[in-house]
């Protein structure tokens, strides 16, 4: 499975799509973490523009606040890192 991107368990019943898998310096992986989370920010304030539930949309801004602190919190982290950075991503459904 080493090229392969996605694949299903033996009884079909889990899906893994490996998103990332590889080395990155600290501006990639910065980049390319940050890129990440800013889509499913993205996604977020859509749904909020969507919302007509109040609750709904509280529960979104706690969200892309939560999102927008493990962004900074992961950058400050990184940027104590040397050398490459290894990052595996996996999606399993």
Do not use: P
């Not at 940050?34 to 509280?58: A, P």
């Not at 982290?77 to 290894?86: K, L, R, S, V």
């Amino acid at each position: 499975m080493a090229n392969q991107v996605f694949h299903l368990d033996k009884d079909n019943k889990i899906m893994e799509i490996d998103l990332i898998n590889g080395q990155f310096s600290s501006k990639e992986a910065i980049d390319l973490i940050g890129e990440m989370i800013q889509v499913k920010i993205k996604y977020h304030e859509n749904k909020i523009k969507d919302s007509h539930n109040e609750e709904d949309v509280k529960m979104r801004e706690s969200k892309i606040k939560t999102l927008q602190n493990e962004l900074a919190k992961f950058r400050a982290h990184i940027n104590t890192q040397e050398g490459t950075i290894f990052i595996n991503g996996t999606i399993k459904l």
